[in-house]
């Protein structure tokens, strides 16, 4: 099993921005499709975004176009994922994983890690 660990998650005000960090122990992230999911209370766990390796083409849901980027840093062997003009219902725990290529389901991502919690309030 491939081991991720989160950081970076915490308390922000709306508006405000985090950068939340996934980094690997044991192998390298560059040889895999990297996508940061979310899953809030009462709410089925969404891919919020995605990047490939190889091309390195991401993809994002809608709802995070044009506030969120995802980004790789091999020499740091870290994913990471910049969350600006953040809104209330961006409020989750956010996690990423490993898949061959990106998917919107979930289910094609194989490893995963223990979560960080986002939290947007006033």
């Known amino acids: 099993q491939l081991q991720l660990v989160e950081s970076g998650g915490g308390l922000v005000q709306p508006g405000g921005s985090l950068r939340l960090s996934c980094a690997a122990a044991?192998?390298?992230?560059?040889?895999?499709?990297i996508g940061w999911f979310r899953q809030a209370p009462g709410k089925e766990r969404e891919r919020v975004s995605c990047?490939?390796?190889?091309?390195?083409?991401?993809y994002y849901v809608d709802s995070v176009k044009g506030r969120f980027t995802i980004s790789r840093d091999n020499a740091k062997n870290t994913v990471y994922l910049q969350m600006n003009s953040l809104k209330l219902d961006d409020t989750a725990i956010y996690y990423c994983?490993?898949?061959?290529?990106?998917?919107?389901?979930?289910?094609?991502?194989?490893?995963w890690g223990q979560g960080t919690q986002v939290t947007v309030s006033s």
């Open positions: 994983a490993t898949a061959a290529i990106c998917s919107p389901w979930s289910a094609h991502f194989g490893s």
């Open positions: 044991g192998f390298t992230l560059e040889a895999y499709a």
């Open positions: 990047i490939n390796r190889g091309d390195g083409n991401t």
